[in-house]
T-cell receptor
Framework: QKEVEQDPGPLSVPEGAIVSLNCTYSNSAFQYFMWYRQYSRKGPELLMYTYSSGNKEDGRFTAQVDKSSKYISLFIRDSQPSDSATYLCAMSSASGGSYIPTFGRGTSLIVHP | ETGVTQTPRHLVMGMTNKKSLKCEQHLGHNAMYWYKQSAKKPLELMFVYNFKEQTENNSVPSRFSPECPNSSHLFLHLHTLQPEDSALYLC??????????????FGPGTRLLVL
């Protein structure tokens, strides 16, 4: 079983839709959860950063962590064509002093006008 | 711009060539990383440098050789690569010391094609 599972998609939605992107994980030691957005021909850029369980909102983006289910989500409200990108989840723990994140494969999102 | 630059952006090389990838960060960070990104696969961590010292080598073949002369610069020296090494090579940096500071900032990557 991979440490972090993420459906690669592609996920295609119409403009204005609410998008839900998800990852599951197996390592219960993960405490830090991140979402990165990667446009074509660019490096990943940090979108959201969450510690432990709960929700975090930033504009149209909401990150949700459910540690009991080992499940994290990223919601995008009022999706725009400019949101079309690959979204990577990443997570890390403090065990052994190493915070180096483990990444999912990324989900390709297409928002069509 | 994330404050992490990489050159070249694209590289085509033969299996007998020697080339180097360069990464520079302008964020005052103390940790730098090399990742390999292949299609439909998770980011693969290759090397980690913390305060110029290599702290991780993730079983990377010796045809990849990293160099970190200072906290702002990171190189990846390539020699006798194989076609399966074709990928996007990403450099990242993070500020060491605090949990939140471990967030990584990525460069745009070097798209490498080995013929």
């Amino acid at each position: 079983q991979k440490e972090v599972e993420q459906d690669p998609g592609p996920l295609s939605v119409p403009e204005g839709a609410i998008v839900s992107l998800n990852c599951t994980y197996s390592n219960s030691a993960f405490q830090y959860f991140m979402w990165y957005r990667q446009y074509s021909r660019k490096g990943p850029e940090l979108l959201m950063y969450t510690y432990s369980s709960g929700n975090k909102e930033d504009g149209r983006f909401t990150a949700q962590v459910d540690k009991s289910s080992k499940y994290i989500s990223l919601f995008i409200r009022d999706s725009q064509p400019s949101d079309s990108a690959t979204y990577l989840c990443a997570m890390s723990s403090a065990s052994g002093g190493s915070y180096i994140p483990t990444f999912g494969r990324g989900t390709s999102l297409i928002v069509h006008p | 711009e994330t404050g992490v630059t990489q050159t070249p952006r694209h590289l085509v090389m033969g299996m007998t060539n020697k080339k180097s990838l360069k990464c520079e960060q302008h964020l005052g960070h103390n940790a730098m990383y090399w990742y390999k990104q292949s299609a439909k696969k998770p980011l693969e961590l290759m090397f980690v440098y913390n305060f110029k010292e290599q702290t991780e080598n993730n079983s990377v073949p010796s045809r990849f050789s990293p160099e970190c002369p200072n906290s702002s610069h990171l190189f990846l020296h390539l020699h006798t690569l194989q076609p399966e090494d074709s990928a996007l090579y990403l450099c990242a940096s993070s500020q060491d010391g605090t949990s939140e500071g471990k967030t990584q900032y990525f460069g745009p990557g070097t798209r490498l094609l080995v013929l």
